[in-house]
């Protein structure tokens, strides 16, 4: 068992690095039972097991991994994400998947450049990243001319 010392600056060094993924400001409006932090809203990540580098500055979860982000509408499920505080990137690994305001993305590997709002995907050998994006075409919602 993990003395309570480690386990409380475990768990600050946690709420800490997650904290700063948050941005100024958010473009999502409060959800029920999202509590803010500082000058964003709050990333919260759900896994099997979560540790923290204070070194590294890298937060690491692992098995079943689930995050919510409310201030950039996404959602992401992954087996394991890492999220590299001093570079502002989160990479999910193993059966990756993204859904941002209706959009989605399924990779092998998925790095989200959080300052740049950008997503790379990368797939394992001889397969191929998956995505689908909803977009709206301006010409449709014109009332068509009659004949």
Do not use: H
């Not at 932090?37 to 979860?61: C, F, H, M, P, Y």
């Amino acid at each position: 068992m993990m003395p309570y010392g480690k386990l409380r600056f475990f768990a600050t060094t946690l709420a800490m690095s997650c904290a700063a993924v948050a941005i100024a400001t958010p473009t999502f409006p409060q959800q029920r039972g999202v509590p803010q932090s500082g000058n964003g809203q709050a990333l919260s990540v759900r896994s099997d097991i979560q540790e923290a580098d204070s070194k590294t500055g890298i937060v690491t979860a692992r098995g079943n991994v689930v995050i919510v982000y409310p201030a950039r509408q996404m959602q992401a499920t992954a087996t394991q994400a890492q999220y590299f505080s001093r570079e502002r990137r989160i990479v999910l690994t193993g059966n990756a998947y993204v859904l941002q305001n209706g959009n989605s993305l399924r990779a092998e590997t998925i790095t989200y450049l959080v300052d740049e709002g950008r997503f790379i995907a990368v797939p394992n050998d001889n397969q191929q990243v998956e995505s689908i994006y909803y977009i709206t075409d301006p010409d449709r919602s014109a009332p068509s001319p009659n004949p």
